[in-house]
């Protein structure tokens, strides 16, 4: 077999955590695999890596931050294979030039397009255990790129997928997917099993254990995924085409504290307005989620959506840039906001659900600025103040409709 593994940040923090690691690597090396090991920057690596531009520069280009950050991966593999070979096993740590992992030119957020196999596939033949910067690729002018928070998990799916590998497993401090977030639902449940597409959805709605694209990647090529905790022997949660939906509503409750809502009044009520706004923001790689329009006083309009709270000032800028196009009468925006969501193939079947959930945010006293809804997620704004109790209600909410279904 062939094992791609993929551990994060806390499990490699420190040497104890590294060792720690290496012991997991090499026992499935052991039991007959070729193994391929894709690392993210020590526990919190990124963040200091970060702080020490600012001291320099607060505007530094996202080129530079580029080079700065991918550094951080390239001290994990160089450690780690270090570390296996004073266990006594053959390694080799690459990075993505070396490997030949080439991505798109848009800096901090860049997508891969290919990957090179020649290499890596030399080094298993010559027994390596092979160890990769994840997080990194190169541009088609040879800079160094970087995919966005936790884009290491998307280089180990697209490397397994390159590879044909027979399981990818993704390393992280905990022990699986949940129905929500443990540390803020006390009773929330670790899931056996999850579909690809309800997995994709939670992850992009806020859900931290796996980067949305990995899974696109993992669903699109047929990827087997576990996410397991590299502290414990669990099992973890299988992420995968076909699985047990247990009569389960939903399959988890999701929030994104990192919010803001843009409102723009008094455009012309006419054919086109939507298009400029939208094209002016995805030609600067700013996307919009949640939108909302509403029809005004001698036919205006007002649209209103939510963007990444870090975008915000970059949208304002260039929506006011090009004020002349739009031909608003006010721009604003709005912080202190959140988004709660709930998905799960599930709801299709299921009438009420959007119900249930509305009456689990009246009773946590939250208010809904907006509403997004999709055949396997609702997704509503509120403010951030409100969103644990909201995300508490909620999963208390179906979790008890759950068990009534059980029952019936």
């Known amino acids: 077999m062939l094992v791609v593994q993929k551990f994060g940040g806390s499990s490699v923090a420190n040497a104890e955590r590294i060792f720690n690691v290496a012991k997991r690597i090499t026992e499935t090396y052991d039991s007959g695999n070729g193994v391929v090991v894709i690392l993210s920057a020590q526990g919190d690596t990124t963040d200091e890596l970060i702080e020490k531009a600012k001291e320099i520069n607060p505007n530094a280009s996202k080129r530079e931050m580029d080079m700065l950050l991918s550094t951080g991966e390239q001290q994990s593999v160089a450690l780690m294979a270090m570390a296996l070979e004073k266990m006594g096993y053959n390694a080799v740590s690459l990075n993505a030039m070396q490997v030949g992992i080439a991505t798109t030119s848009v800096h901090s957020n860049a997508k891969i397009k290919t990957i090179g196999r020649e290499r890596i596939l030399r080094e298993l033949e010559r027994k390596n255990i092979v160890v990769i910067t994840g997080f990194q690729g190169i541009n088609k002018y040879d800079d160094i790129t970087t995919l966005g928070r936790g884009g290491s998990d998307t280089s180990a799916v697209a490397i397994a997928a390159i590879l ?31 579909g690809y597409s309800d997995m994709a959805e939670l992850a992009s709605l806020g859900a931290k254990v796996l980067h949305t694209r990995s899974v696109e990647l993992a669903q699109k090529y047929n990827v087997e995924l576990v996410v397991r905790s590299s502290l414990t ?14 009569k389960m509503l939903i399959s988890g409750v999701a929030s994104d504290k990192k919010q803001a809502i843009i409102t723009i009044r008094g455009i012309d009520d006419q054919p ?75 709801m299709a079947t299921h009438p009420g659900v959007a119900s249930l959930m509305f009456e689990a945010l009246y009773d946590a006293g939250a208010n809904i600025k907006m509403i997004s809804t999709s055949e396997i997620k609702i997704s509503v704004v509120v403010e951030e103040k409100d969103v644990e109790n909201a995300i508490v209600a909620i999963h208390d909410k179906f979790n008890l409709a759950s068990n009534s279904m059980r029952k019936n």
């Not at 022997?233 to 247990?246: A, F, H, S, W």
């Open 164 to 194: 044909g590998a027979d399981l990818c497993e993704i390393y992280t401090d905990v022990d699986g997917v949940y129905t929500a977030d443990p540390r803020i639902v006390k009773n929330a449940k670790k899931l056996d099993e999850i």
């Open 233 to 246: 022997r669990d099992k973890g949660t299988v992420v995968k085409e076909d699985y047990k939906v247990e």
């Open 272 to 346: 086109g307005r939507a298009f400029e706004v939208f094209s002016i923001l995805e030609k600067h790689n700013i996307s919009v989620d949640i939108i909302a329009q509403s029809n005004g006083i001698n036919n205006t309009a007002s649209i209103s959506f939510t963007v990444e709270a870090d975008d915000k000032t970059a949208a304002l800028e260039l929506l006011k840039k090009h004020s002349n196009l739009i031909q608003a009468k006010e721009i604003t925006s709005t912080d202190g906001v959140a988004k709660v969501s709930i998905v799960g193939a599930g």
